[in-house]
C-alpha cells in the first residue's frame, strides 16, 4: 500500500476522530526554500487545543516560516491592551481578534487590509465586521471561527418532545424557586463582563427583536430597554435562575457540579464537547437538547495580519491555511463553530455533531454587537445600569441612553 493511499484511507477515518491531522498536513504548502522566519501569533487562549494542533500542523510542513503563538491574560480589557502594543512594536505579525475589536484596530491603522480569494466560501454573517467598507473583496481580518449563543436543555429520555426554544419561554415556563435556568448574569470579576453583556442582549432580543438592529445598532428607547429586560429581572428575584459568572462556572452548575444539576443553560457551541469530555450521563444517552436561539448574539475570531509586520506573505499564507475548508474541519470537530460553509456540509461531521445544523442557523440568523470602535464605551453602560436593574430592581436612568449615544453615535 502506497503512503499517498494510506493517507488518503486515514482521512476517511480520521475526521470522526475530531483529528483530521492527516488529512489536512496532506493538503498543506511546504518546501519553502527561504531563509526562516518566526511568525508571532498574539491570541487568547483555547482549551479545545484545535488551534495548537493547527499550528503544529502548519509548522511540520513550513519549518522555514513557523507560528509562535503569544498567549494573553487578563481580561477583555487587557488583552485588548496587550495586542495593542504588540502591533504598535511589531512584535506581533498575526493577531487572532474578537470580532468586536476589529473596529478599534482598524481606526487605529494598526492591522491591514488581507483579500480573501473566495468570500463566498464562508458564511455570510461571519464577515460582516471584517469588512473593509462596501468593499467584496478586501477584509481587515480573515474569519478563523464564529459563535453564537445556543440553548441546552436536559430531556427525560430521548424520545420526548423537544422543550421551549427561546430563552423567554424556559425562564417564564420555570417554576419559583427552581433555579432551573443557568446563564452567565452575575460578573464577579471584569474577565466576566463581556459574557454578562451577551447574556443580557439575548435574553433582551427574546423580548423584543428589535433591541439590537440586524447591522448591530441598538435601540435608544429606554422603556423598550426597560420592558425588555423586566422578565428576567423577575426572574432573578423569583430565583428561577442559578446565577453564573463565566461559562465555564455555568457548564458546572448546568451539571450539577457542587450542587443540584439544572435543567437548561445558555452556552457557546463548544460546551457540547466539554460535557462530552467531563462525561456528562445525559450526553451518552443522547437527552441532551441543542437548540438555536431565534435570535442569538454573534461571536468569534478573526485573523488579521499586523501593519508593521516584517513578514505579511507568511502571516497571508499562514491565515489561508487555518480558514481553508481542511483547518475548518478540524476547528469543527473539536467543537468550535466553524466559518466555512463546506464544514456545515460534511456527512462525516454531521454524524459526529447532530446539532451541527442548528449552529449554522444560529449564525445565520444572529445579531452582531455594534460594529463600532468605541464598543468598549457601549459594553460597560450595560454593565453599569443592567446589573442594578436585574439584581437590585432599579430601573434604567435616562443616563443609560445617554452613554449609549456618547458611545456609538
Known amino acids: 500500500m502506497s503512503e499517498r493511499y494510506s493517507r488518503r484511507d486515514f482521512l476517511i477515518g480520521a475526521l470522526t476522530s475530531g483529528t483530521l491531522t492527516a488529512g489536512a498536513l496532506y493538503l498543506l504548502p511546504g518546501g519553502r526554500s527561504t531563509p526562516a522566519i518566526e511568525l508571532t501569533l498574539a491570541t487568547g487562549a483555547d482549551d479545545t487545543g484545535a488551534r495548537e494542533l ?3 500542523m502548519w509548522n511540520r510542513a513550513n519549518p522555514n516560516a513557523t507560528v509562535r503563538p503569544h498567549t494573553l491574560r487578563g481580561d477583555t480589557g487587557d488583552q485588548l491592551r496587550e495586542m495593542d502594543g504588540l502591533a504598535r512594536s511589531g512584535q506581533a505579525d498575526i493577531l487572532n481578534l474578537d470580532i468586536i475589536h476589529i473596529p478599534y484596530f482598524a481606526g487605529h491603522e494598526l492591522i491591514t487590509p488581507i483579500e480573501l480569494d473566495n468570500p463566498n466560501v464562508f458564511l455570510e454573517r461571519t464577515l460582516v465586521a471584517n469588512r473593509v467598507g462596501n468593499d467584496t473583496r478586501q477584509y481587515w481580518a480573515a474569519p478563523f471561527n464564529t459563535d453564537v449563543g ?3 436543555q436536559r430531556r427525560p429520555d ?3 418532545p423537544a422543550d421551549p ?3 423567554a419561554d424556559v425562564i417564564d415556563n420555570a417554576p419559583p424557586g427552581s433555579r432551573r435556568f443557568v446563564g452567565q448574569l452575575r460578573p464577579t ?3 466576566s463582563h463581556e459574557a454578562f453583556v451577551v447574556n443580557v442582549l439575548e435574553h433582551a432580543l427574546s423580548r423584543d427583536p428589535e433591541i439590537l438592529t440586524d447591522t448591530g445598532a ?3 428607547e429606554l422603556l423598550r430597554w426597560q420592558a425588555a429586560l423586566e422578565p428576567l429581572a423577575a426572574a432573578i428575584a423569583d430565583e428561577r435562575i442559578a446565577l453564573a459568572d463565566t461559562e465555564g462556572d455555568t457548564i458546572d452548575q448546568f451539571m450539577g457540579i457542587n450542587g443540584p444539576q439544572r435543567g437548561a443553560m445558555r452556552n457557546w457551541p463548544v460546551a457540547y464537547r466539554t460535557l462530552q469530555q467531563r462525561n456528562d450521563g ?19 475570531q478573526s485573523l488579521a495580519i499586523v501593519r508593521n509586520s516584517r513578514h505579511r506573505g507568511a502571516a497571508a499564507d499562514f491565515i489561508r491555511f487555518v480558514t481553508g475548508e481542511a483547518a475548518q474541519k478540524v476547528l469543527a470537530a473539536h467543537g468550535l463553530a466553524p466559518t466555512r460553509i463546506a464544514a456545515y456540509n460534511d456527512e462525516n461531521l454531521r454524524a459526529f455533531i447532530p446539532h451541527l445544523e442548528a449552529v449554522r442557523g444560529a449564525v445565520e440568523r444572529a445579531r452582531p454587537r455594534p460594529i463600532h470602535a468605541n464598543y468598549s464605551a457601549f459594553a460597560k453602560a450595560i454593565v453599569d445600569h443592567c446589573l442594578p436593574l436585574l439584581h437590585q430592581g432599579i430601573e434604567l436612568p435616562p443616563q443609560f441612553i445617554e452613554q449609549l449615544v456618547v458611545a456609538l453615535v
Not at 282 to 300: F, H, S, W
Open 54 to 56: 493547527l499550528i503544529d
Open 150 to 152: 445556543l440553548l441546552f
Open 158 to 160: 430521548h424520545d420526548a
Open 165 to 167: 426554544a427561546t430563552l
Open 189 to 191: 470579576a471584569s474577565d
Open 218 to 220: 441598538p435601540s435608544y
Open 282 to 300: 445525559d450526553v451518552r444517552t443522547g437527552r441532551i437538547q441543542v437548540g438555536a436561539l431565534p435570535i442569538g448574539v454573534l461571536g468569534g
